[in-house]
């Protein structure tokens, strides 16, 4: 067992193991605000070029200078980006309800010139007092600045989830933890008193980051200080964390309506989070495998006075720590590359069926997760009912993986999921109910999907290589998560486009993970020949029992990744 024995030896589920976990998941809750953060932060209210300046200051009403300065779209409401080039005046002499019927063809009659809103924009600011579309004008020609905005948050994750993970196995899970903590609030805090966007955008990618370090080390501190019997347990809890989260946003967001304000509600807690991290216990594993059996030995001590056990922690010395971590500390001197993934034909296959997988899972669900305006509705009860399918969702996930297989289970939920979102080409817009019911399924699939993503790639890397195997298709989910608000843009030019894309990515990569073994019940491989004798049909020389409880360990640990 290694290290196993000495966790039980100091208590593996006391007082330590309790309070250490609750205060880890607290932080976990508001990852999700700041994931869709933008989805308020970045809303686009109805908008229409501001009257031309000296309509301004005479003394007609609002509606009357609506009238002779804006015209109408196809669907009668006024024009976003367009305003006549003179005032119309002959409008106010005709009756308001003919003339509102008749406005966009009288204009293509007349063939009346029309240009931008070269005197800025008014915004009907019902659902929000400020975005930062609204503070800083980023609509019509500058409407793609927005989804520019998440790609670059996106690029954050990305890129922390590279730096922070390697950075993590040299100098520790706590003292990244830490500075993980301070990054999100000083950079969260810093965002919210942007004077400009590229400064707001600056101080997102350090959010981004900032949340990439903190799911990263937050849940291996967790997996590393609890036993395998709770691990499943935990890293449900862990994933329902999240999931509540997005509940919390859509709460904040509802009480707090300018974009300043609600960054600073989801950013200013981490403070407090940065403060309560100088109390978590550095993971004596990670010690003893980086050379520091004695802070190890001192750590396991800690945590077995805090657990009522001092007597059986006073046991523990170096003898007992070098004899019973021997195999662990022998495997710990083996290297492996992301190349081991490529070398061979069964490896190669299951890595890029995986690698479709991940990214077209992450791809598809912050496409739909990041346009709740699309479908018409309130979005404060939109962004509700779109995290609590999550709730059902990964349960009957939990259920198919464990009666049905997790092959059958990954491949269904991503072939609905694209089903759904290609169903909702076909309806009228005007049929927003039926649109949002639609998008709620496929939403649902997704997350079932990074539901199974986690435990089934877990189970088909072998052991030597796993955290390579698992830190390349997380990879693949940050790129999907960054092109995924890119592909929104492609709206302008052919409106069906992006819905097309999105609702074909996860029924190609559901087609792909049909080539993927089966593993339920099968033993966990060790090695890449055990991989390999798998995809040619020859049984695994692992035990049962082993694969088991391997099985166990891995599919919690890597549950928190995205």
């Known amino acids: 067992m290694g290290f196993g024995e000495l966790l039980e030896q100091v208590g593996s589920t006391g007082r330590f193991q309790v309070l250490q976990t609750t205060l880890l998941l607290l932080p976990v809750m508001l990852m999700a605000s700041h994931n869709l953060l933008q989805n308020f932060v970045a809303l686009v209210p109805p908008h229409f070029c501001n009257a031309h300046t000296n309509l301004s200051q005479s003394q007609m009403s609002a509606e009357e200078a609506l009238l002779v300065t804006v015209p109408l779209d196809q669907t009668g409401k006024p024009e ?24 966009g063809d009288t204009n293509a009659g007349l063939d009346v010139d029309l240009q931008g809103c070269s005197d800025g924009w008014t915004y009907n600011m019902t659902h929000m007092k400020s975005t930062i579309i609204s503070d800083w004008n980023l ?155 004695e802070q190890a030995i001192k750590n396991l001590k800690s945590v077995a006075k805090f657990n009522g056990r001092k007597e059986e922690g006073e046991k523990i010395d170096m003898k007992r720590l070098q004899e019973t971590m021997k195999k662990e500390m022998s495997c710990s001197q083996r290297t492996h590359s992301v190349l081991d993934l490529f070398r061979t034909p069964t490896m190669r296959r299951m890595t890029i069926c995986l690698s479709a997988v991940w990214l077209s899972t992450s791809f598809a669900y912050y496409g739909i997760a990041m346009d709740l305006q699309k479908f018409g509705l309130d979005i404060y009860l939109i962004q509700v009912i779109f995290g609590a399918v999550d709730i059902p969702a990964k349960v009957v996930m939990v259920v198919s993986m464990t009666y049905i297989g997790r092959r059958t289970s990954q491949s269904g939920a991503l072939i609905i999921a694209g089903i759904t979102v290609l169903i909702n080409l076909l309806i009228p817009y005007d049929k927003q109910t039926a649109r949002t019911c639609m998008a709620v399924l496929g939403k649902g699939c997704l997350a079932a999907s990074f539901n199974c993503c986690y435990l089934y790639s877990g189970e088909l890397f072998p052991t030597i290589i796993r955290q390579n195997g698992m830190g390349w298709v997380s990879m693949m989910a940050r790129v999907g998560s960054m092109v995924a608000p890119m592909v929104l843009l492609t709206a302008d030019y052919l409106p069906w486009l992006p819905g097309l894309i999105y609702g074909g990515a996860p029924i190609l990569s559901g087609i792909a993970a049909i080539f993927l073994p089966e593993t339920l019940g099968s033993p966990l491989p060790d090695t890449i020949q055990d991989v390999e004798d798998r995809g040619t049909g020859r049984s695994s020389k692992a035990s049962r029992k082993e694969a088991i409880i391997l099985q166990d360990t891995q599919a919690d640990l890597l549950k928190q990744t995205a």
């Open 80 to 103: 976003r980006c367009l305003r006549y080039a003179a005032p119309q005046w002959h409008l106010l002499t005709k009756n308001r309800s003919s003339s509102s019927g008749k406005d």
């Open 139 to 293: 609509v019509c020609d500058q409407q793609s600045l927005k989804q520019m905005g998440q790609m670059v948050y996106m690029g954050g994750v990305l890129l922390g989830s590279v730096v922070f993970g390697g950075l993590s196995d040299r100098y520790g899970r706590r003292i990244l933890l830490l500075i993980s903590h301070l990054l999100m609030a000083v950079s969260g805090t810093c965002a919210a008193f942007s004077t400009a966007f590229p400064l707001f955008c600056l101080f997102r990618f350090g959010c981004g980051m900032a949340l990439s370090g903190v799911g990263l080390n937050t849940f291996s501190l967790i997996v590393e200080w609890i036993p395998t019997s709770v691990r499943t347990m935990v890293g449900t809890t862990t994933g329902y964390c999240y999931t509540v989260g997005q509940l919390i946003l859509a709460l904040i967001a509802y009480f707090i309506r300018d974009w300043r304000w609600l960054t600073l509600a989801v950013s200013l807690p981490f403070f407090v989070f940065f403060l309560i991290a100088w109390w978590f216990h550095e993971s004596s594993r990670w010690l003893v495998m980086s050379n520091n059996p």
